[in-house]
């Protein structure tokens, strides 16, 4: 990870190129690259044509005319604030939900040593081979009978904390030294200052890929969404999106706008942050 | 007090201290701790016991007659192979052109960190857009697609009707691609540079190289990212709801769309619960396969 500068990680690459000719490669990337990000800029297009572009049964890929106003519209007709409300509400209480936890566990596994601290970490390792699916009935009938279903605590609750995020922080504290936490100790300094002052204003650049990760991710949560809630009120954006479909119109030029629009947020924030996430992956995805 | 300072002082554990920091790590994991209690290893029993009831509440004793209907229902059986050729399909496909990918961009291309950034906009953009989008460019009567292809003079295709599970592969594919890169290009990245010196020392080739260093050396990466990516394949569920609906005909019905309906269309909680404990047996031999072959690599 020293190597993020790319200057010297592509010279280090140098000695290892790919095996065949640099110009096929680089046509290949190239393609795959437009493959990739056309069908995102069409989307942006036919969020801006007009309605009888897209009714002509003759599709464009760009209107004659920028059609801004198909997102007034798509605001009027359909409760796109509060979609997009409900959504920012979900990610950002799960995101601090996670900021407050996974760290605390993460220093409680780097640094102590403790009766059960191998069955503990077991326990917590094991939860990543649950999947939702099957977590997915019995919390939704066990919210049921707790009256939170179509609820923020409904949709926040389950994802409260979890293994990825608490190994991540794990993985960051434990190479951090112990001087510190010693000589705090010394100082006659409780525990939860020595956690408090000395190591989490350390782990500053872990927290951001792990805000990061969990807030994109939860932005972008289907299923669980989809099954607590019921009213028009309490659905997040990515459910409100196929529900244009559905239920306010079937105008493709005004879905494509609440698709850009649920797509805006996280574009903004891979744009800012793309060096925490691509090492957040790297980091978490192999270790 | 003294004594207390003496100790500190030798940096021998005095009582207070030493009890101070056994306690601190409980309260630490409490929390945390208690959520897993409360949010995963509750459900998994109690999804287990509802596996043996029936009824609209659940609450009729069945024996194992869930399980033994979930063996002998076609739709199921069906959508269990679909499913397996869906997560085959994403799995190949995603290995090949991310291996590939990787060794491109981790040639001195100009411009790979900008490629790189390009192939992970899908995987974090919402399924719901991924969906929605690709429904509308596959569309035969709006679908852009099709109109590009007549204007290249190529034939035209129904795509979702023709092929159905080859086209949410694709969609699959298109998104998480860029992942299944940057953990190639991150595992090539870790290969000691000493291994590639060697190698042309000893007169290696660069495809001799990229055959005999990179490739064997990546196992590790590649048996993470088979297995991720199979377990996560398994459970697709929003591909098959947004863009087919299951169809044509049930060519799509993945198990957990399927599982969606029995559980919250019919209402059959008890079915539902046998049918995902039978996909977590599955991915739980998976899990243990990859441990299996992960401690034995080590090992050597």
């Known amino acids: 990870m020293a190597n993020d500068n790319p200057a010297v990680r592509l010279r280090r690459g140098s000695d290892r190129l790919f095996p065949g000719d640099r ?6 990337v190239v393609l795959v690259c437009a493959v990739t990000v056309l069908p995102l800029l069409y989307m942006i297009s036919l969020s801006l044509q007009s309605n009888a572009e897209i009714f002509a049964g003759n599709p464009v890929l760009w209107p004659a005319q920028l059609q801004f106003a198909n997102y007034a519209s798509l605001f009027e007709r359909a409760p796109v604030a509060r979609f997009l409300l409900n959504s920012f509400i979900m990610a950002s209480l799960i995101t601090l939900s996670h900021l407050i936890f996974d760290p605390l566990a993460g220093y409680a596994f780097a640094k102590f040593e403790f009766r059960f601290k191998r069955t503990l970490f077991i326990i917590v390792l094991a939860t990543l081979m649950v999947p939702f699916f099957v977590r997915m009935i019995p919390i939704y009938v066990m919210f049921s009978q707790l009256g939170w279903t179509d609820s923020y605590q409904g949709l926040v609750v389950p994802f409260l904390s979890d293994a990825f995020g608490i190994f991540l922080m794990r993985q960051f504290i434990e190479p951090l030294p112990n001087t510190l936490i010693d000589a705090g100790r010394v100082d006659g300094a409780s525990e939860w200052r020595i956690y408090r002052s000395i190591i989490l204003p350390q ?28 009213s028009t009120k309490m659905r997040t954006m990515p459910i409100g999106l196929t529900l244009f479909n559905q239920e306010y119109f079937t105008q493709w030029n005004l879905t494509a706008a609440g698709s850009v ?17 691509v090492r957040g992956i790297a980091l978490t995805g192999l270790k | 007090m003294t004594s207390l300072a003496t100790a500190r002082r030798t940096g021998l554990p005095t009582r207070g201290h030493n009890r101070r920091r056994t306690l601190a790590p409980y309260a630490f994991l409490a929390a945390p701790m208690a959520f897993f209690a409360v949010l995963f290893f509750y459900p998994l029993v109690q999804e287990l016991i509802t596996s043996f009831y029936t009824g609209p509440r659940a609450d009729q004793f069945a024996g194992v007659s869930n399980f033994t209907r979930a ?27 991310g291996l590939v990918l990787a060794a491109m961009l981790n040639a001195r ?21 991924v969906g929605l989008l690709w429904r509308n460019i596959l569309d035969p009567q709006v679908g852009v697609l099709n109109r590009l292809l007549v204007a290249a003079h190529l034939p035209t295709q129904t795509w979702l009707n023709t092929s159905p599970v080859a086209t949410i592969v694709f969609i699959a594919v298109w998104q998480q691609v860029g992942y299944t890169t940057l953990l190639f290009l991150a595992g090539m990245q870790g290969i000691p540079e000493s291994y590639y010196e060697a190698a042309k020392v000893d007169g290696a080739s660069p495809w001799q190289r990229f055959w005999r260093v990179t490739l064997p050396l990546l196992a590790p990466t590649t048996l ?16 098959p709801y947004l863009v087919t609906n299951g169809g044509p005909g049930d060519a799509t019905s993945l198990y957990v769309f399927r599982l969606y309906d029995v559980a919250f269309t019919f ?3 008890g079915y539902a619960s046998a049918l995902s404990y039978l996909m977590l047996i599955v991915i739980l031999i998976l899990s243990a396969i990859q441990l299996r072959i992960g401690r034995r690599d080590h090992g050597e």
């Open chain 2, 71 to 97: 063996f002998a229902d076609a739709n199921m059986r069906h959508s269990f192979v679909v499913t397996f050729e869906f997560a085959a399909g994403t799995l190949v496909f995603s290995i090949l052109i």
């Open chain 1, 203 to 230: 782990t500053r650049a872990a927290l951001a890929v792990l805000a990061l990760f969990t807030f994109v991710f939860q932005w972008n949560n289907f299923l669980w969404p989809l099954v607590i809630t019921s």
């Open chain 1, 261 to 277: 629009v649920l797509f805006v947020p996280t574009a903004l924030l891979f744009f800012f942050t793309q060096r925490y996430l």
């Open chain 2, 267 to 269: 209402r059959d909680f």
């Open chain 1, 23 to 28: 110009a096929i490669a680089y046509v290949a």
């Open chain 2, 224 to 239: 993470f990212v088979s297995v991720i990516g199979v377990i996560s394949s398994l459970q697709e569920f929003a591909l």
């Open chain 2, 109 to 129: 291309l100009k411009g790979s960190v900008i490629f790189r950034g390009i192939l992970l906009v899908p995987y974090l953009t919402s399924i719901a857009i």
